[in-house]
């Protein structure tokens, strides 16, 4: 693990696999950290210049984040820290592509190709009020409040039956996360409106779309399609919220 300081706080991330290489950037879900793509990081690290790293209130990074707009500032200052000799892939997954849309509008010179798995521009008002009872439960009661609900969030009962380690695995990660900061990042995502500031993205991007996904659904990653001009589509069957755990293949197949 590698810290940094910079304008905005400070980020812990792991770098690993050739330089020279275009890099890769994998933004990880709020129900995960970056833990998440354990299953697909080195061989990714093969042949790729890979980065992940944490958001604040997950391992040791820190910032002042508020809102979604907060976190793409924050992630902005810490691409730049890198000094990367060309723009960099991103990979980005729920929370994580809400940020990496607003990280490609607001500096796109520091994007060569966006994927965006299981996120959207705006959560419907129907989808939000999950949002602020989490956030109240975490506040109240700490990160163990939250646990069953993230996980019944991030995969679908037949695979969470299945794969009972690894949903023991996801929620020992989880449980690690700061209570306080995991409540704003909630109600960032509540309040969140991206679909005028996604339709400005002019770099290349493809929209997945785990169809088992129920937090956020196919809907709102084809809204997301729909609002950013010349981006691809993409479904993945047999997938819930985080394709790198439930069809690594597939994610592999897309990075490559």
Known sequence: MTTVQHSKGTTDYERVGPLGQRPLLLFHTLLADRSV???????????????????????????????????????????????????AQIFSNGFGGF?????????????????????????????????????????????AAV???AISRMFPESFAKANPGVVQERRLALSKTAPHQFAIACRALATLDYRQLASTIKRPVRVVAGLDDGTT?????????QLIQGSIYQEIKDCGHCPQIQQPHEVLALLK
């Open 99 to 143: 940020v990496s849309v607003g990280v490609t509008a607001k500096a796109p010179e520091l994007v060569h190709q966006l994927t965006i798995a299981n996120s959207g521009a705006a959560f419907p008002d129907e989808r939000k009020p999950p949002l602020h009872k989490m956030a109240e439960a975490v506040e109240t009661h700490g990160i």
């Open 147 to 149: 646990l069953d609900t």
């Open 217 to 225: 659904p196919p809907t709102m990653s084809q809204e997301l399609h």
């Open 37 to 87: 793509y354990d299953g697909i990081f080195s061989q990714l690290a093969q042949h790729r210049d890979v980065i992940r790293f944490h958001f604040p209130g997950f391992g040791s990074s820190a910032g002042q984040c508020l809102s979604i707009d907060d976190y793409a500032d924050w992630t902005i200052a810490f691409i730049k820290t890198l000094n990367l000799d060309q723009p």
